[in-house]
C-alpha cells in the first residue's frame, strides 16, 4: 500500500513492576481495514492499545501516525490525532446528557454550543447509521446504547482510527450482530479499527489482519481472508495452536457423574426486592440436588443478582423460605451460611470478591481471618496465612510472583481464579457461581468450567449463572430460565437448545 | 406605635438576613465549584478566617479598603492553591489537609494578630460603608434594607445566576462535572483532570478569602480572632443541602442567613428564652434542614478520590 498506515508502532516494551507487558511489539494499522488483536489475559493487548492512547508512557519505541513519528502524552494528544478508543469500562459520564459526553474535553469555546452539536451528531447519525437521543442521560442508557454513544464521541471528534477494546463482551448477541455491522459501515467509510477480543469466532468474522500477541510478545500476523478460505474448524486450529504452542484445549468432558437424591438446597416461592425497591425475584421455586449443577439462564438484569443474594444472604426475603440440606436458613446470616457450607462467588470481582490494594495473602483470609488456624488470640499468624495463599496459588496456577503482591496488579483472569481457589478452598456443599468466566480468554474458560465439573464429581452442588450459551448448555444438568424475577421454565440438558432457552430469556412461553 | 416598631424590625430582619446570607454564600458558591470537582475543602473555614484578618490587616495599615479585598482575595486563593498542591499534585488525603489548613489558619492569625496589635481591637471607620442603588432604593419598607448595602453583597447575589450559567451552560462547567464523577473517563475524552480540579480551588480559595473580608470589613469594621464561627462549615453544609447546584445553594445560604438574623431579632424582640438558646437556633436549623432535605444526596461520585492515571 502507498498510504502511509494510521498508526504504526515500532519495538514498543513496556514493563511494570515484575512485569513485561510489552516486548518490542511492531504494529500497524491502514484505512479501511480492521486489524484484531488476539491474546490471553495478560498478553499486553490492553496496554499496548493504552499506549496508543497516551494513557501510559512506553519505556521503549516509538510510534508514527500517518507517518509522522509522533509522542502521545496524553488522551487528548491521541484524540487529536485522529485516535479515538472505545473502552471496555466505558468512559462516559453517567450523570450528563448523550450531547455533554460527546462534545466533553473538546466543546470549541467556552460557551457550550449544543445547537451545532446536536446538528453535528445528526449529520454523523445519517452517515453511519447511528441513532441515539442526544438528551438522555448516560445513567438510562442501556449497555448497547452507551457503547454506541462511545462510537459515536470518536466519530464527533473525527478520529481516523478506532481501537475497540473487547467490544462485544458486555453486549447481548443481537447486540453484537449490530456492532459488527457498524464496524463494517466504519471501514467502508475509510477508518481504521482495532478489535481487540479473545473470542475467535469475532476475530474470523471480521478482520481483515490478525495479530496474535502472548506474554507481550507479537508471535504472529496472521491475513484474514486467508483463514476464511480455509475450513472454520481448521482455522480455529491454526489460531489455538500459535496461541497456546500447540498444547490442545481439553474438550470438556462429558463423563457419567451421579445425581445423589439428597436436596441440597429448595427455594420455596421465594420473593425479593432489588435495590432499587421493584421486585427482583417473584415467586421462585427449584431444587438443586448433590452433585449437580443448575444453570440460570436470562438477560443480565432479570433478577440474576437478586437470586444469588437472596441465596447467599446479602438480601432479605419479602416471602417464602430457602432450605440448605433440610434446614431453613432464610433468616441466617450471611457468614452462618458460609459456615454451613454455601460459597458465593459473585460476578464483580474487582469490587465483591476481593480488596484490589490488598495483598493476595490477605485477599486469601478476609473470610477466616479471626478464626484459627489464620489467627490466634486475634493475631494473624503469617505463616500459615502465607502458606495458605501458596497453596491456592499453586493448586490452581494463578500467575503471580507470591503471596505477598498487591492483588489488583494481577490480570483478570487470575484475580477470578484466585477468588474461585479460595471459595473452593473451604469445600462448601454448594457454590454459588455468577458468570464465573466472563472476560478470560479461552484457556482460562475452560480451566474454570473444568474445575466446576470435577466439584460437582465429588457431590458438590453449584448454581451457575451465566450468560454464554455454550457455558450453559455444556456444564449444566438442568437449566432454570429467568425472565422479570421469575422461572419460566426448568429444562433438563437433553432437551435444552439454544433457540428454547432464547425464546424463554425474552419472556416468550411455548 | 407597636407597628410602626414591627415595620422597623421586619426592615432590620431583611436587611441583616441579606448580610448574614452573604459570606455563607459566597463561600458556599465557591466550594459548590470546588466540590463537584471531586475536592472537599474543609480548608474553607480557615480560608474565611485568613481572608478576614488579611482583609483588615491590610486594609487598616495601608488605609485602603480595596487593597484589603484584593489581599483576602490573595491569601484565599493562596490557601487554596495549597490544598491543591497537597490533595490534587501530592494526593494527600483531603479531609486531613482541609483540617489542617483550618487550624493552621486559625492559629497564625490570632498569633498574628496579637504580635501586631497587642490586645487592642481596632476599629476601621471607613469600612462597612453602604451604597444606596438609586431608586429602588427609594421603594417604600423593602428600599431601605434590600438596596442600601454594601457593594460586595450586591455582586455576591448578582453572581449567582453567573454562575449557575457557568456550572450548566460553559465548557468550565462541563470540564469541572465531569473530573468530579468519573475522572478517569473526563481524562480519557482529553479534559485535563488536575488543572481543572486546580481552577476549582483556587476560585473556592478565592471565594472564601472574599467570605472572610466581607465580614471584617463590609459587615463589621474590625476583626477578632473567632469572628467566623463555624460560618466556613455551615457553607459546605448548604452545599450539600444545595446539591451543587447554585441557584439551590443560593436558597439554602438564604435559609441561614434568616434564622442567623432571627437570633438577633428574637433577642431584641425580647422573648423570653435563654439567650444561649436563641444562639443555638441557626445549627439547629442545620440539623434539621439537613434531616429533612439531604437524606438522599448524590454525592459527586469522585469526591475526596485523589486522581492518578491508570488507577481506576
Avoid at chain 1, 484466585?418 to 471459595?423: Q, S
Avoid at chain 2, 481572608?51 to 493562596?78: N, Q
Amino acid at each position: 500500500m502507498n498510504v502511509p498506515p494510521l498508526i504504526k508502532t515500532a519495538g514498543i516494551t513496556k514493563s511494570f513492576p515484575g512485569v513485561l507487558a510489552n516486548d518490542h511489539i511492531d504494529f500497524d494499522l491502514f484505512p479501511g481495514e480492521v486489524h484484531t488483536l488476539l491474546g490471553e489475559n495478560g498478553a499486553g493487548k490492553t496496554t499496548l492499545m493504552n499506549i496508543l492512547y497516551g494513557l501510559y508512557q512506553p519505556d521503549e519505541g516509538h510510534i508514527e501516525v500517518c507517518g509522522q513519528k509522533t509522542r502521545i502524552r496524553s488522551p487528548y494528544d491521541s484524540l487529536k490525532l485522529g485516535i479515538g478508543m472505545v473502552h471496555q469500562h466505558f468512559a462516559l459520564i453517567p450523570n450528563l446528557s448523550v450531547l455533554e459526553n460527546l462534545v466533553l474535553g473538546f466543546e470549541g469555546g467556552f460557551i457550550l454550543n449544543m445547537k451545532d452539536a446536536e446538528k453535528k451528531l445528526k449529520r454523523i447519525s445519517e452517515e453511519y447509521g447511528q441513532a441515539i437521543d442526544p438528551h438522555e442521560l448516560i445513567q438510562n442508557l442501556s449497555v448497547g446504547e452507551r457503547q454506541r454513544t462511545e462510537i459515536i464521541k470518536t466519530l464527533f471528534r473525527g478520529s481516523e482510527a478506532l481501537i475497540l477494546d473487547e467490544p462485544t463482551s458486555v453486549l447481548t448477541p443481537i447486540e453484537a450482530e449490530e456492532l459488527f455491522q457498524t464496524i463494517t459501515t466504519l471501514k467502508n467509510a475509510g477508518k481504521g479499527v482495532v478489535l481487540i477480543t479473545h473470542k475467535l469466532n469475532e476475530a474470523l468474522a471480521i478482520s481483515d489482519r490478525i495479530s496474535i500477541l502472548s506474554l507481550g510478545r507479537k508471535i504472529a500476523e496472521l491475513n484474514g481472508d486467508e483463514l476464511r478460505s480455509m475450513d472454520e474448524k481448521d482455522a480455529t486450529e491454526k489460531i489455538l495452536n500459535i496461541m497456546f504452542g500447540g498444547k490442545p484445549i481439553p474438550e470438556c468432558s462429558l463423563v457419567e457423574k451421579t445425581i445423589s437424591d439428597q436436596v441440597v438446597l429448595k427455594l420455596e416461592d421465594v420473593e425479593v426486592m432489588n435495590s432499587r425497591g421493584v421486585v427482583g425475584l417473584n415467586k421462585v421455586s427449584f431444587e438443586i440436588r448433590g452433585g449437580e449443577i443448575f444453570g440460570i439462564a436470562g438477560v443480565d438484569g432479570n433478577g440474576q443478582k437478586s437470586l444469588c443474594e437472596a441465596i447467599g444472604g446479602q438480601r432479605e426475603l419479602v416471602s417464602g423460605r430457602i432450605r440448605f440440606r433440610g434446614e431453613d436458613i432464610s433468616r441466617k446470616s450471611v457468614s452462618k451460611r458460609h459456615e454451613m457450607g454455601i460459597s458465593y462467588i459473585t460476578d464483580d470481582r474487582m469490587n465483591e470478591g476481593c480488596v484490589l490494594d490488598l495483598s493476595l495473602a490477605e485477599n486469601a483470609i478476609l473470610r477466616g481471618y479471626c478464626q484459627p488456624p489464620y489467627s490466634r488470640f486475634n493475631i494473624i499468624d503469617n505463616t500459615v496465612v502465607d502458606r495458605f495463599a501458596n497453596k491456592l496459588i499453586m493448586d490452581f496456577d494463578v500467575k503471580a510472583t507470591g503471596p505477598y503482591v498487591r492483588t489488583g496488579t494481577l490480570s483478570g483472569g487470575n484475580i477470578q481464579k484466585f477468588i474461585l481457589a479460595r471459595g473452593l478452598s473451604t469445600e462448601p456443599g454448594l457454590i454459588i457461581c455468577s458468570k464465573p468466566t466472563y472476560g478470560l480468554d479461552a484457556r482460562t474458560v475452560n480451566y474454570i468450567q473444568e474445575l466446576l465439573l470435577e466439584e460437582s464429581k465429588q457431590g458438590t452442588s453449584v448454581l451457575l449463572i451465566t450468560s454464554e450459551m455454550d457455558e450453559l448448555i455444556n456444564c449444566s444438568d438442568r437449566i432454570g430460565v429467568l425472565f422479570n424475577g421469575k422461572i419460566m421454565a426448568i429444562l433438563d440438558k437433553c432437551d435444552a437448545t439454544p433457540e428454547k432457552i432464547g425464546k424463554l430469556m425474552l419472556g416468550i412461553e411455548e | 406605635m407597636s407597628s410602626l416598631m414591627d415595620m422597623a424590625l421586619i426592615g432590620a430582619v431583611m436587611a441583616s438576613t441579606l448580610r448574614g446570607t452573604t459570606p455563607i454564600l459566597l463561600g458556599a458558591l465557591g466550594e459548590t465549584f470546588v466540590e463537584r470537582s471531586g475536592l472537599l475543602n474543609l480548608g474553607l473555614e480557615g480560608m474565611m478566617v485568613a481572608g478576614a484578618f488579611a482583609s483588615f490587616l491590610v486594609g487598616f495599615k495601608l488605609d485602603s479598603l480595596m487593597l484589603g479585598f484584593v489581599a483576602a482575595a490573595a491569601v484565599g486563593m493562596i490557601l487554596g492553591l495549597l490544598f491543591g498542591f497537597m490533595t490534587i499534585t501530592l494526593r494527600v488525603n483531603q479531609i486531613v489537609v482541609g483540617l489542617g489548613i483550618t487550624i493552621f489558619a486559625h492559629a497564625s492569625c490570632s498569633f498574628l494578630h496579637r504580635v501586631i496589635f497587642g490586645n487592642q481591637f481596632p476599629i476601621m471607620f471607613t469600612a462597612g460603608q453602604t451604597h444606596e442603588v438609586p431608586l429602588l432604593s427609594k421603594i417604600p419598607l423593602i428600599g431601605q434594607p434590600l438596596f442600601n448595602q454594601h457593594w460586595l453583597l450586591y455582586l455576591t447575589f448578582l453572581s449567582v445566576p453567573v454562575l449557575y450559567f457557568i456550572m450548566y451552560k460553559t465548557s468550565l462547567g462541563l470540564r469541572i462535572q465531569a473530573v468530579g464523577e468519573t475522572p478517569w473517563a473526563a481524562d480519557s475524552s482529553g479534559v485535563n483532570v488536575l488543572k481543572t480540579r486546580y481552577i476549582a480551588i483556587l476560585f473556592g480559595g478565592i471565594m472564601g478569602g472574599l467570605a472572610g473580608a466581607f465580614m471584617s470589613l463590609g459587615d463589621l469594621a474590625f476583626f477578632v480572632p473567632n469572628m467566623i464561627m463555624g460560618r466556613g462549615y455551615i457553607a459546605i453544609v448548604v452545599v450539600m443541602l444545595g446539591k451543587w447546584d447554585p441557584l439551590k445553594v443560593f436558597l439554602g445560604a438564604l435559609l441561614f442567613g434568616f434564622s442567623m438574623s432571627l437570633t438577633s431579632a428574637l433577642q431584641v424582640a425580647g422573648v423570653k428564652v435563654s439567650p444561649d438558646f436563641i444562639l443555638m437556633t441557626p445549627y439547629l436549623v442545620v440539623i434539621a434542614t439537613l434531616l429533612i432535605f439531604a437524606r438522599s444526596t448524590n454525592l459527586p461520585a469522585a469526591l475526596c478520590v485523589p486522581y492518578e492515571r491508570g488507577q481506576k
